[in-house]
Nanobody, 121 residues
Framework: VQLQASGGGLVQAGGPLRLSCAAS????????MGWFRQPPGKEREFVSS????????LYADSVKGRFTISRDNAKNTVYLQMNSLKPEDTAVYYC???????????????WGQGTQVTVSS
């Protein structure tokens, strides 16, 4: 499966931004999907994940209550709605996929290219 993330940009602190990740080359509903991010100078970290049906979601503590992951299996797309953004959310955001969803230490098999999110204070 190939993944293409989009929607990154520059936003002021407190503002919203929505990321999208379009999948192709596979049966989208067969994959659990996730979002990860890599802040400048830091390791990549888990942000959120969603099961194949969309019935279960998981969030990192740092984004819980502010970010919402969702998916549209008819459009082969997963979304990350980010609200109340903070400067510390600045990072390259990656979408990822695998057949089985793991926990916060999940290391998916398939990765898209990143999209930059910059939050100004």
């Amino acid at each position: 499966v190939q993944l293409q993330a989009s929607g990154g940009g520059l936003v002021q602190a407190g503002g919203p931004l929505r990321l999208s990740c379009a999948a192709s080359g596979g049966t989208f509903s067969n994959y659990a999907m996730g979002w990860f991010r890599q802040p400048p100078g830091k390791e990549r970290e888990f942000v959120s994940s969603i099961t194949r049906s969309g019935g279960s979601t998981l969030y990192a503590d740092s984004v819980k209550g502010r970010f919402t992951i969702s998916r549209d299996n008819a459009k082969n797309t997963v979304y990350l709605q980010m609200n109340s953004l903070k400067p510390e959310d600045t990072a390259v955001y990656y979408c990822a996929a695998d057949y089985i969803r793991g926990g916060t230490g999940w290391e998916p098999k398939y990765w898209g290219q990143g999209t930059q999110v910059t939050v100004s204070s």
